[in-house]
């Protein structure tokens, strides 16, 4: 069955840097864009990055745009997002999913998420 | 960056009834939507995406409509399993994908 993994989540002090990563399994990893959406403590959804496919189109919330970057390695099945300058904002759940269709609009599956805290 | 809005934050509505749950883009996104349910520590699951398909697996009771700017939720009958967080969320613009601030389904 489709499944996403997402791993690389911890406690990181303000200004700091992490990087996520998303294990896929269950499809075919090179067909499909994919996205990194977050969840802040008690607050609704934040989506945070795209990536295509081929990793030939990129987008970012511009929260996060200058700091974070999404990539993907095809021949690992592994979703990535480096987190650079981290900001007590940025804390939160970190979920990856697939995007769904010609414009990868809609996320179906989503992971388990990760946990990121940042605090001194 | 278009503007998600849901209406109501909160709707408290008992088990075998109908509820409704709304949202509005501050600019038309076409059908070009899609709606969430999240549970408690749990991650999102699709259920409706282009505004009136349901994901494989979502049961019958589940409906989306609407185009443009205005789209609703609809779930027919609600069961015990259904009170949970709902987002709606667009993918129509060349810029950012947004999702709206939820409802809360809760029971009466």
């Known amino acids: 069955q489709v499944q996403l993994v997402e791993s690389g989540g911890g406690v990181v002090q303000p200004g700091r840097s992490l990087r996520l990563s998303c294990a896929a399994s269950g499809f075919t990893f090179s067909s499909y864009g994919m996205h990194w959406v977050r969840q802040g403590p008690g607050k609704g959804l934040e989506w945070v990055a795209v990536i295509w496919y081929d990793g030939s189109n990129i987008k970012y919330a511009d929260s996060v745009k200058g700091r974070f970057t999404i990539s993907r390695d095809n021949s690992k099945n592994t979703l990535y997002l480096q987190m650079n300058s981290l900001r007590g904002e940025d804390t939160g759940v970190y979920y990856c999913?697939?995007?769904?269709?010609?414009?990868?609009?809609?996320?179906?599956?989503w992971g388990q998420g990760t946990l990121v805290t940042v605090s001194s | 960056e278009i503007v998600m809005t849901q209406s109501p934050a909160t709707l408290s509505v008992s088990p075998g009834e109908r509820a409704t749950l709304s949202c509005r883009a501050s600019q038309s996104v076409s059908s070009n939507l899609a709606w969430y349910q999240q549970k408690p520590a749990q991650a999102p699951r699709l259920l409706i995406y282009?505004?009136?398909t349901r994901a494989t697996d979502i049961p019958a009771r589940f409906s989306g409509s609407g185009s443009g700017t205005e789209f609703t939720l609809t779930i027919s009958s609600l069961q015990s399993e259904d009170f949970a967080d709902y987002y709606c969320q667009q993918y129509n613009s060349r810029g950012p994908i947004t999702f709206g601030q939820g409802t809360r389904l809760e029971i009466k």
């Open positions: 282009d505004a009136s």
């Open positions: 999913a697939r995007g769904g269709g010609w414009k990868v609009g809609w996320l179906d599956p």
